[in-house]
């Protein structure tokens, strides 16, 4: 996806699980674009949400692409460890952690994991992931996805391994709509959550 809207200069701005959906078929889909730009070199705006903000962005260092690389950096560990990776209550805390790079991993981590989300969230963007002379080929060639058929994925062949039970793209059942009323989101039963042998199957 960001692949793609990069192609076309476009930065998205927001990567984040909150706007990451799964089709009726077992494929993701992209949403909101609220914050996303057209940018041809540099721009300024301090914009999306704070856990996945990268260091040049918050310093108004001026930044293009390369943010969207830290947001999914700071992505693939909160699908792996629960939590984002500079988390804090203070999203001033968060800023100072992010630009710090204090980030710790869990003691059993996978480590092919580790290292591309570590490649992710280089503080210098000419040594991140994403950004280098490859490009986006460093990431889809790192060894964490040596058995993800890249375009087996962009032709929807194969079976995903999770497909939601849904009937058509249409259908909102599963989704949990939070009112004003409410702050936070249903907690989920554990046995009940689908993604719970994930992190064993990347080890």
């Excluded at 990069?6 to 992209?30: C, T």
């Excluded at 992710?120 to 058929?149: M, N, P, Q």
């Amino acid at each position: 996806m960001l692949e793609l809207m990069h192609s076309k200069n476009i930065i998205y701005r927001d990567l984040r699980p909150e706007n990451i959906l799964i089709d009726h078929k077992g494929y993701l889909r992209l949403i909101d674009f609220g914050f996303a730009k057209v940018c041809e070199g540099k721009t300024y705006t301090v914009c999306g949400t704070p856990e996945y903000m990268a260091p040049e962005m918050i310093l108004n260092q001026g930044y293009g692409k390369e943010v969207d690389w830290w947001s999914f950096g700071c992505f693939l560990y909160e699908l792996l460890v629960g939590i984002t990776p500079f988390f804090e209550n203070d999203p001033i805390l968060i800023f100072k952690r992010a630009i710090k790079g204090d980030i710790k991993f869990p003691s059993n981590f996978p480590p092919a994991a580790k290292s591309i989300i570590k490649h992710l969230l280089e503080k210098d963007v000419s040594k991140r992931y994403g950004c280098l002379t490859k490009g986006v080929a460093d990431i889809k060639g790192h060894r964490f996805y040596k058995d993800l058929d890249w375009n087996g994925v962009a032709r929807q062949r194969g079976k995903p391994p999770y497909i939601p039970p849904l009937t058509n793209n249409d259908d909102m059942s599963l989704l949990n709509i939070i009112t004003e009323d409410e702050e936070d989101a249903p907690v989920i039963n554990p046995e009940e959550d689908p993604f719970r042998d994930w992190i064993k199957r990347n080890k």
